[in-house]
Nanobody, 123 residues
């Protein structure tokens, strides 16, 4: 069974950058698409970015397109989310998740989730 752990969150000023990491245990992780989602207080969990198992096709929510970059290193069983030009509205708990059915933006299609890492963008 794959387990996921996120890291790299923290407090950053508007306009700053953070790189989140999602480390996976289990040899089958590299066979699945992986996504990043986020949930702000009082709001529903929303899609941020996803990437196919081989890294060939990254996709993004409109709200982060051009500012965030998702990538993966299957040799290290790790998926990354580089976040630049951060805004206060990016403040949320960020989760990575393993897809059950391939590349998708629907949270319902992700079967394994990490515990999340807090990102706070504030001056």
């Amino acid at each position: 069974q794959v387990q996921l752990v996120e890291s790299g969150g923290g407090l950053v000023q508007p306009g700053g950058s953070l790189r989140l990491s999602c480390a996976a245990s289990g040899r089958t992780f590299s066979s699945y698409a992986t996504g990043w989602f986020r949930q702000a207080p009082g709001k529903e969990r929303e899609f941020v970015a996803a990437i196919t198992w081989n890294g060939d096709y990254p996709g993004y929510a409109d709200s982060v397109k051009g500012r965030f970059t998702i990538s993966r290193d299957n040799a290290k069983n790790t998926v990354y989310l580089q976040m630049n030009s951060l805004k206060p509205e990016d403040t949320a708990v960020y989760y990575c998740a393993k897809s059950t059915y391939g590349y998708t933006i629907s949270a319902n299609s992700y079967s394994v989730w990490g515990p999340g890492t807090q990102v706070t963008v504030s001056s």
